[in-house]
């Protein structure tokens, strides 16, 4: 590396040679990073930024942990690569490791190299185990951006990337913008429910392989289902024989404060995808959680999928390195802790402070603000709105996760009270500029 990098020059380097996802390429400022550290990055010239994102919602073990950067060398110098038909000792540890974390009735991992592959995996499964087509999943929801895992996707990125057939979608809970009129958490949940129910009943539930359902909607605003939909899903799932497959991917490993998110509601699917905060990003990895029914299913019959990467050595190296030091160092508790205790209340007191605050929600270190400039009309800010936002948090040394009208809080679950109320102090700060 030049001693004559700069984050200009960086950032120049990058425009030039790389294509960009989701994005109009020229119309692209990335910011240029150069190393990290725990919850903070530093850019080419110094300037420390607390990530208030974790990145995509991933590095849940924070920058350079040097126990998975540790796991992860001595994984590359004993075996760096195996074909996923040879057995190997990291991806059978890997795999126990996470068995051991997950709730109670699973019995196999199906490895994927991200969370979109294990969506795609997850609905053949039940294709396959139903002999069913239709897949339900919910308009406001992001499942992925391969060919079934996009056309799952309720968010508008899907509206060109509709090649897959046999997919419908539903409205799910969100009181604030309810689509049912209703009042109340109850009255929210009730209708939600029967909803759904009418969308089954008109698209012949014997056709409907499969409902996918975040456990905690995430890139769509942080929605916490209401108490006992969640419950209401699984029971309508089992009076039509359709599988239940909960997307974990951006909530699971400890994002909520329990190792997996579904744990907040009181519920077990039959299917759970994950990726992300398994190994914090530090190597392309995601997978499927299998139901003993359905592992016992295709124990006589071939399952039509695979991948050249699945269960990569460096991969599985990471996630037992990961799992090890999330265990060792309480890193659930913790986000269970500062979670409650510090960043709830503070962002409810943002509520009542700031009129263009409409709603505050989420679980553990996963919240949402959502930002309006009309209370009672529940107008959104608008993109210009926003990037001012996004500019102050940067200027004051903030790295935040924005979509649409709303702050995403998410730092790394090992963040200390301290550097917690650093990031709040400053949010506190922006909320009063606008």
Same mark, same amino acid.
């Given at each position: 590396m030049s001693t004559q990098d700069t984050n200009q020059s960086i950032a120049q380097a990058d425009l030039d040679?790389?294509?960009?996802?989701?994005s109009v390429q020229n119309q692209l400022k990335p910011l240029a990073f150069k190393t990290g550290k725990g919850c903070t990055l530093w850019d080419f010239e110094?300037?420390?930024?607390l990530d208030f994102s974790s990145q995509l919602i991933n590095t849940n073990v924070g920058h350079q942990h040097p126990k998975v950067i540790a796991g992860i060398?001595? /994984?590359?110098?004993?075996?760096?690569?195996?074909?996923? =038909?040879? $057995?190997? &000792?990291?991806?059978?540890? $890997?795999? /126990?490791?996470?068995?051991?974390? $997950?709730?109670?009735?699973?019995?196999?991992?199906f490895f994927t190299n991200a969370g979109a592959d294990a969506v795609e995996n997850a609905i053949r499964m039940a294709r396959n185990y139903t002999g069913r087509r239709k897949v339900l999943s919910a *308009?406001? %929801? *992001?499942?992925?951006? !391969?060919?079934?895992?996009?056309? $799952? !996707?309720?968010?508008?990125?899907?509206? %060109?990337?509709?090649?897959?057939?046999?997919?419908?979608?539903y409205f799910g809970p969100y009181l604030y913008r309810s689509e049912f009129w209703a009042e109340s958490e109850e009255q929210e949940c009730e209708r939600a429910l029967q909803h759904l129910r009418r969308i089954i009943e008109?698209?012949?539930?014997?056709?409907?392989?499969?409902?996918?359902?975040?456990?905690? +909607?995430?890139?769509?605003?942080?929605?916490?289902?209401?108490?006992?939909?969640?419950?209401?899903?699984? &029971? @309508?799932?089992?009076?039509?024989?359709?599988?239940?497959?909960?997307?974990e991917v951006m909530v699971g490993f400890g994002r909520t404060g329990k190792w997996f998110a579904l744990e907040n509601f009181d519920v077990t699917p039959d299917l759970i995808t994950f990726a992300k905060g398994v190994n914090s990003g530090y190597v392309p990895a995601g997978g499927v959680l299998i139901s003993? =029914?359905?592992?016992?299913?295709?124990?006589?019959?071939?399952?039509?999928?695979?991948?050249? *990467?699945?269960?990569? +050595?460096?991969?599985?190296?990471? @996630?037992? =390195? !990961?799992?090890d030091a999330m265990k060792e160092e309480g890193m659930v508790e913790n986000a269970a802790k500062i979670g409650?205790?510090?960043?709830? +209340?503070?962002?409810?007191?943002?509520?009542?402070?700031? /009129?263009?605050?409409?709603?505050?929600?989420?679980?553990?270190?996963?919240w949402a603000i959502e930002l309006v400039s009309d209370r009672q009309k529940k107008t959104k800010f608008t993109a210009q709105e926003m990037n001012k936002v996004k500019q102050l948090c940067l200027d &004051?040394?903030?790295?935040p996760f924005l979509a649409e009208n709303r702050i995403h809080v998410a730092p790394p679950l090992i963040i200390s009270q301290e550097e917690m109320e650093r990031g709040l102090a400053i949010l506190d700060e922006v909320l009063a500029g606008l």
């Open positions: 040679y790389v294509f960009h996802s989701w110094g300037k420390a930024y060398i001595e /994984q590359v110098q004993e075996l760096a690569t195996i074909a996923p =038909a040879h $057995a190997n &000792k990291a991806r059978g540890l $890997a795999a /126990q490791k996470i068995l051991e974390v $997950a709730p109670a009735g699973f019995k196999k991992i *308009y406001r %929801s *992001y499942h992925g951006n !391969t060919g079934t895992a996009i056309a $799952a !996707t309720g968010d508008p990125r899907r509206f %060109s990337n509709e090649y897959a057939h046999d997919h419908v979608h008109c698209e012949n539930p014997k056709e409907i392989a499969c409902i996918l359902i975040e456990s905690l +909607p995430g890139t769509v605003g942080i929605l916490v289902p209401p108490k006992g939909y969640m419950q209401g899903v699984r &029971k @309508i799932c089992d009076e039509f024989g359709i599988v239940m497959i909960m997307d003993e =029914a359905i592992n016992t299913y295709f124990d006589d019959k071939p399952f039509p999928g695979g991948l050249t *990467y699945s269960g990569h +050595p460096l991969a599985m190296g990471s @996630i037992v =390195a !990961t799992i409650a205790e510090i960043l709830a +209340p503070a962002l409810q007191k943002f509520a009542e402070k700031y /009129q263009v605050v409409g709603e505050v929600r989420g679980l553990g270190l996963f &004051k040394g903030l790295l």
